[in-house]
Structures are given as structure tokens and as C-alpha cells.
């Protein structure tokens, strides 16, 4: 099983609401990663987890709050969020350790209104 | 900004025609990898080359390696319509799993 599995794929939020983006993989990987990503930009890495430890944040808000229960799993809980976050949130997974390759999601479209 | 540059920014073709593509980027790494992704989904790893590497196939893709010049190239040969997409160069620098993306080439391919 190759897939990386992303809830939901739509999103509409408003500003003051909490809401989770989740993620599950079953390929063993315990690497597990968030990118932020707008319309023709690349993706831009948020967090990183390795062996269900954060090991980088790239200096995100605080809004945005990772949180890997297993190595499975791997949710992004939001929290007063503005309309500029407004995005596809794609979440991948690899081996851990070095810059192997990547498996991604289908991605979560937010809209924040 | 760390983020590798490609070019062209987009790119038009004719089905059966090759597309190449460019990726430069800034730092010293560990491997170069080259991603597709079709219009608001998700990105599908196509070919990692490592930096002691300077040439690899798979498929109808070619992909070169300058670590002198710090540049990659992507070469699809015989282009198809299923090959409309965005391709990605990402950089992994060795110690950490943190892949740096280029800015993306757009490539159409024409029926």
C-alpha cells in the first residue's frame, strides 16, 4: 500500500472556528511532513516529524498546531485562522533520516472566510 | 530564500514532441528529485538522482545532474496529453528529510 490518505478534501472554515486536518499512512514511513501550498507556487514546507517527534518547524504561526499520535498518523489542528491561509495543505511521507523520496496526499483545500 | 529556480516557467509542446526543463538551485546537496503534479492534487515523486550521480533513465524520462553548475535537467521524450502538469525539482540536502522545491514548470502538452 503505496497511499498516503488526507480528511477531508475540502474545507471551509471561518475565523473562528477549530478545525483538524488528518493524515494516515501504512507504508512504515516514519517521516511525516505538511506543506503549505497556493495556487502555481510550490509546495512550502510547515513541519516535519521524524520517528513521531517534531524535528522542524519553519517558523509557523502558532494558529497551526501539528500533532503525530502514531506512526501512522498525523494531524494539523487549526485555530483562528485568516483568509490568507487559505490553500491546498498536502501532507507526504518518507523513510526518515535523510531527504529520501516523498509520498504525497491528495491534499486538503481550505478555504478560510 | 533557499528555493531553486526553473525554467521554463511554462511550457507548450506538441503530443509526441520532447519537453526539457530546467531546475537551478544554491546549495550543496545530497540528491535531486523531480515531482509531477496534475492541477490541485497531489505531487507524484517521478526520479531521484544523487549528487555522485550525472545521468538516469526511467521510462521516457531522462534526468542530467551538474553539481558544478548546480543545475538538473528533465527530459520527457514522446510527449503525451497525460503529461500535462507541473513538474517540481526538489533538493535534499543530507542529515535531515527537508526537501527545498523549485518554482515549478508548467508544461502543456497540444492533442
Known amino acids: 500500500d503505496t497511499e498516503v490518505t488526507q480528511t477531508p478534501k475540502h474545507l471551509v472554515m471561518g475565523m473562528t472556528n477549530k478545525k483538524s486536518l488528518k493524515c494516515e499512512q501504512h507504508m512504515g514511513h516514519r517521516a511525516m511532513y505538511w506543506y503549505k501550498q497556493k495556487a502555481k507556487k510550490p509546495p512550502e514546507l510547515m513541519f516535519v516529524y521524524s520517528y513521531e517527534k517534531l524535528s522542524i518547524n519553519e517558523s509557523v504561526p502558532s494558529r497551526f498546531s501539528p500533532e503525530c499520535p502514531n506512526s501512522s498518523l498525523l494531524n494539523l489542528h487549526l485555530h483562528a485562522l485568516q483568509p490568507e491561509d487559505s490553500a491546498l495543505y498536502l501532507c507526504a511521507s518518507s523513510l526518515a533520516g535523510t531527504s529520501y523520496e516523498q509520498y504525497f496526499g491528495p491534499g486538503t483545500r481550505l478555504t478560510v472566510t | ?111
Open chain 2, 1 to 111: 530564500s533557499q528555493q531553486g529556480e526553473e525554467d521554463p516557467q511554462a511550457l507548450s509542446i506538441q503530443e509526441g514532441e520532447n519537453a526539457t526543463m530546467n531546475c537551478s538551485y544554491k546549495t550543496s546537496i545530497n540528491n535531486l528529485q523531480w515531482y509531477r503534479q496534475n492541477s490541485g492534487r497531489g505531487l507524484v515523486h517521478l526520479i531521484l538522482i544523487r549528487s555522485n550521480e550525472r545521468e538516469k533513465h526511467s521510462g521516457r524520462l531522462r534526468v542530467t545532474l551538474d553539481t558544478s553548475k548546480k543545475s538538473s535537467s528533465l527530459l520527457i521524450t514522446a510527449s503525451r496529453a497525460a503529461d500535462t502538469a507541473s513538474y517540481f525539482c526538489a533538493t535534499g540536502r543530507f542529515g535531515n528529510e527537508k526537501l527545498t522545491f523549485g518554482t515549478g514548470t508548467r508544461l502543456t502538452i497540444i492533442p
